[in-house]
């Protein structure tokens, strides 16, 4: 999988095409990414024995990592992600501007 934590996504499918937000959380067992802001579902949560009221909280769950595009650093376009060799390590780069990505 090519998206990691702390990257800047652009969702391309889906109810939520079109926003932007950072992977908070990536699991590549099952191919998805937690991305922030994005897949906000209603959630509704039972009250504690503390004394606690139940309440709907607004949860947010992993969407595909296809469902996804890294954002270019130069021009926050989607971009698609390559290797380049510098040195004796792999670097990842954005393909339309050729930055390497941290």
């Known amino acids: 999988m090519k998206i990691r934590k702390d990257d800047k996504v652009i969702v391309i499918a889906g109810k939520d095409k ?3 937000g950072k992977v908070l ?3 590549p067992a099952e191919d ?3 991305v922030e802001g994005v897949n906000l579902k209603k959630k509704h949560q039972k009250a ?3 004394g606690k009221k139940g309440q709907i ?3 947010i769950f992993p969407i595909h ?3 996804v595009m890294l954002a270019d ?3 926050d376009k989607p971009t698609r992600i390559g290797k380049k060799l510098v040195g ?3 670097v990842r780069i954005a393909k339309k501007s050729g930055t390497t990505l941290k």
């Open 48 to 50: 504690n024995k503390s």
């Open 88 to 90: 004796d390590k792999f």
């Open 57 to 59: 909280i607004d949860k």
């Open 73 to 75: 650093p130069k021009s």
């Open 18 to 20: 079109g926003k932007t």
């Open 25 to 27: 959380k990536a699991i």
């Open 65 to 67: 990592v296809s469902n």
């Open 32 to 34: 998805k990414v937690v």
